[in-house]
Every structure is written in structure tokens, then in C-alpha cells.
């Protein structure tokens, strides 16, 4: 999630702070509007749309809208967790089509619509499936399409609502703050994958703005090539970035009313080839593979595209526990 002032020296420090890299709503001037590639650096605050309504900017949704997406989205994350008890009763295959469903139903209560592109990696099988990180909007994005066990920083247990929805997803709770804790963080997503599970992690180790990006750490590799099991990239790109990022000491309630504030703000989720871990001498070579995966434009996209907007299904998957 979003990364606060790092203490020690090797925890992963992005840039991105919520005063240079968030747009707040009130902060939007009529008849400007941020451009957004998939380039990051080709993002630049101020500069003009073309595809923008004239005299339009990134603008915000009306008060009353707000609110209402606001309540749209906490019900119906409330309503997830408080049905996620009897969910246990169904099988398996069942649970997992209402979770990711629920994922979907989300974000799209938010205000967000969504975008997918490519093919996830066929089920029935272990993934270790890792992403960019611009915002906590990642974690359902990815649940919807691609649902395993996500890892996060502990901290998330304590968030409301959106904690308890973590822990019942059985999400890998890690402490950032202790390296000692790191081998044996790799060795229980080894035990997952190994076990036939899918693992989620955002290996840049904190939240990036989007116009800036991380470097993709190898230790969450090294699970994969303990279990020999493949590695999905996927690549998460918003539009406009800065109301979907979530970085530095943004606080979270400010993330929420930035993103239900903001009118059409679109994800595109982008399903990138899965790489097989034995091509891969070790973590760091199949670390940087997945990282050159995720940058670039145009690296690994299937043969077949599937363009789904929030609406329609998301691609099948195979995790054995619902998403956090």
C-alpha cells in the first residue's frame, strides 16, 4: 500500500508525495485536464487533453454524487464481509466466481470504470502474480480477474472495513519494518504456491504515482522458483493517475473522496504473457523480466485480447481462497 516515511535504510522509498502527486478535486481548474499515456513520463500536470470535453477538465463529480458513490462502495464492501461467513458453505468454484464478482461490484461502486486486456494465465495451477502499485483501487482490480493471496504490509489489518476484508481474503500480513521476517515471508508464498495457490504481490514494495515507477525487488521471486511455478505480470495504469494514487502519508479517507470525487476515472488493467520461472537463472534476472514486462507498452501481450469493461466477466482463475 502506500509506503509512509521509511526508518530503515532498506525499505523500498518512492518519490511520489500526496502534494506533487495526488490531484485533489478542489484543486482542479476549469478548461485544464492532465495528459495520460502509457508512457508515465509522458503524464504532465497542466498540460491539455486532446480527448477532453472542451472547457472540461479531469473534473470532479458533484458533492452529492460523491457521497453517494462513497456509501455505494463502503455498503458494499460491508456487505461482502458480512456474507463472506456463509460463503463457506458453498464449493469452491462457486465461492470464488461471487468473489470476484464482489471485486468487480467494488470498484465499480466507486466510480471506477475498468478496463482489461489480455488473458490470465489458465487455471489450475499455481501463479505468483505481480503488479505496479499505484493505489489500494490495485488490490480488487487484480482480485476481480486473477483472485489469490495478496501480501501487505501489516498495517492494512487496522484499516476499517477495508482490513477485515484483507483478513478474511487471507491476506500474507508482512512487517516491513523487520528484515529478520523476510525469509520467512518468501518461504509461506512458497508454501502457498507450492500448494497450488496463486499469490498477489506488488513487488515495488510501496505505492508509485504512475508518472514514476519502482524498482521490482527479487525476494517475492524467489518464492516462484522454490515452487517452480510461473510468474504473471500485470501492468495497472489509471486515467486520470493522480486521482487513483495513493502515496507517501496520503490518508486513506482522502484517497476515498479523491477517487469518488473524480469524474470518469478509468483503470486499465493489462494481462501481460506468464513467464516460466525455469527460463530464469535466479530471482533477480526473473525479477528485472517481469519488470521490463510491466514498463513497456507493448512486452507480452497475448495473441488473444479480451477487452472487458467493469460489466462483463473477468477471465476464469484458480485460487483456492478468496482475494483480499
Not at 461490484?105 to 482489461?116: C, D, I, L, P, Q
Not at 501487505?152 to 529478520?180: H, Q, Y
Request: contains cysteine.
Amino acid at each position: 500500500m502506500n509506503g509512509t516515511t521509511a526508518l530503515s535504510p532498506w525499505l523500498p522509498t518512492a518519490p511520489c508525495t500526496p502534494g506533487h502527486c495526488a490531484a485533489h478535486p478542489e484543486s482542479a481548474r476549469p478548461g485544464r485536464a492532465h495528459v495520460w499515456s502509457a508512457h508515465p513520463g509522458a503524464i504532465r500536470p497542466g498540460s491539455v487533453d486532446p480527448g477532453a470535453a472542451p472547457g472540461r477538465a479531469a473534473d470532479p463529480a458533484g458533492t452529492v454524487r460523491a457521497v453517494v458513490r462513497l456509501i455505494a462502495g463502503l455498503g458494499t464492501v460491508l456487505l461482502g464481509i458480512l456474507c463472506a461467513p456463509a460463503s463457506g458453505l458453498l464449493p469452491a468454484a462457486t465461492r470464488l466466481a461471487l468473489a470476484r464478482h464482489w471485486m468487480r461490484a467494488v470498484v465499480r461502486a466507486f466510480g471506477v470504470r475498468v478496463r482489461y486486456e489480455g488473458t490470465a494465465a489458465p487455471a489450475g495451477g499455481p501463479l505468483l502474480v505481480v503488479a505496479n502499485h499505484i493505489s489500494w483501487l490495485d488490490i480488487p482490480l487484480i482480485a476481480a480477474v486473477l483472485p489469490g493471496r495478496m501480501v501487505a504490509k501489516s498495517e492494512v489489518r487496522r484499516w476499517p472495513l477495508l482490513g477485515t476484508l484483507a483478513a478474511l481474503g487471507g491476506t500474507l500480513f508482512i512487517d516491513r519494518d523487520g528484515i529478520m521476517a523476510l525469509p520467512g515471508t518468501v518461504r509461506t508464498m512458497a508454501g502457498v504456491l507450492g500448494g497450488g495457490g496463486r499469490v498477489v504481490v506488488f513487488p515495488e514494495g510501496s505505492t508509485w504515482c504512475g508518472r514514476e515507477r519502482g524498482r521490482f525487488r527479487p525476494a517475492a521471486f524467489q518464492a516462484a522458483l522454490d515452487a517452480g511455478c510461473a510468474v504473471q505480470p500485470v501492468r495497472i495504469d489509471y486515467r486520470p493517475t493522480d486521482a487513483a494514487a495513493y502515496v507517501g502519508a496520503d490518508p486513506l479517507g482522502s484517497s476515498l473522496w479523491r477517487v469518488v470525487s473524480t469524474r470518469r476515472l478509468t483503470a486499465v488493467v493489462r494481462l501481460r504473457e506468464p513467464l516460466p520461472g525455469a527460463l530464469y537463472p535466479d530471482r533477480r534476472a526473473l525479477a528485472a523480466a517481469a519488470q521490463r514486462a510491466v514498463a513497456s507498452d507493448s512486452a507480452n501481450l497475448p495473441s488473444l485480447s479480451v477487452h472487458q469493461r467493469s460489466r462483463s466477466s473477468p477471465a476464469s482463475a484458480s485460487s483456492a481462497r478468496t482475494p483480499a
